[in-house]
């Protein structure tokens, strides 16, 4: 069954740390994760997206990795402001079939960490 | 003007009203979808539409109605709800029908209560 776990399930750090998020999928056939950033009361919106061969990738003080091999990911974020506070979502793609259409390519939604960063 | 434009942002209906909640994507993509964000669960996929016609349908019931009169819109129509349908109902656009190569811009939500 594919399956995106999420940890932890909700984390408060103090301003001005370094924290790392965590995602674990058994999803097949791979095809991308990413991840999300979901304010409160808003839609998500992208961090970052990555393919099977990239292990890593940043967008600003926010950095994914990638484990194909033990289906591991982890977003960590350097020096949290208040405005990190929210809902981090992990998304992995499963291949769909080919053509014109969405032919069954499906995501996979993790439930979600909540990070509170305090002053 | 965000890329993607959901209204109402809030909606509270009885479980005999009918309303509709409308989304309008200005990116000029190719596909459309309806997810449903219920607390602490993860987001469902409801209903996905590429090029106009819908190619998917997540076993949602009858009383959620989608409509997608161009690439540019997408409508849910509500009836006869019941409070489990409670949610934020997210609305969301991709350039590339196949999901699991495009990237998904969503819209801020409807957040949607039924007493």
């Known amino acids: 069954k594919n399956q995106v776990e999420q940890s932890p399930q909700s984390l408060i750090i103090l301003e001005g740390k370094n924290c790392t998020l965590q995602c674990n999928y058994t999803v097949s056939p791979f095809s991308n994760l990413r991840w999300y950033k979901q304010d409160t009361g808003r839609g998500p919106v992208s961090l970052t997206i990555?393919?099977?061969?990239?292990n890593t990738k940043s967008n600003g003080r926010y950095t994914a990795t990638l484990d194909a091999d033990t289906k591991q990911s982890s977003l960590h974020i350097t020096a949290s402001q208040l405005s990190d506070s929210a809902s981090y979502i992990c998304?992995?793609?499963?291949?769909?079939?080919?053509?014109?259409?969405?032919?069954?390519?499906?995501?996979?939604f993790g439930q979600g960490t909540e990070l509170s960063v305090k002053p | 003007e965000t890329g993607v434009t959901q209204t109402p942002r809030h909606l509270v209906m009885g479980m005999t009203n009918k309303k509709s909640l409308k989304c309008e994507q200005h990116?000029?993509?190719?596909?459309m979808y309806w997810y449903k964000q219920s607390a602490k669960k993860p987001l469902e996929l409801m209903f996905v539409y590429n090029f106009k016609e819908q190619t998917e349908n997540n076993s949602v019931p009858s009383r959620f109605s989608p409509e997608c009169p161009n690439s540019s819109h997408l409508f849910l129509h509500l009836h006869t709800l019941q409070p489990e349908d409670s949610a934020l109902y997210l609305c969301?656009?991709?350039?590339?029908?196949?999901?699991?190569?495009?990237?998904?811009?969503f819209g801020e939500g409807s957040r949607l209560t039924v007493l």
């Open positions: 998304v992995v793609s499963a291949l769909g079939r080919s053509g014109i259409y969405n032919q069954g390519g499906k995501l996979i």
């Open positions: 990116l000029g993509h190719n596909a």
């Open positions: 969301a656009s991709s350039q590339d029908p196949g999901a699991d190569t495009g990237e998904l811009f």
């Open positions: 990555m393919t099977f061969s990239e």
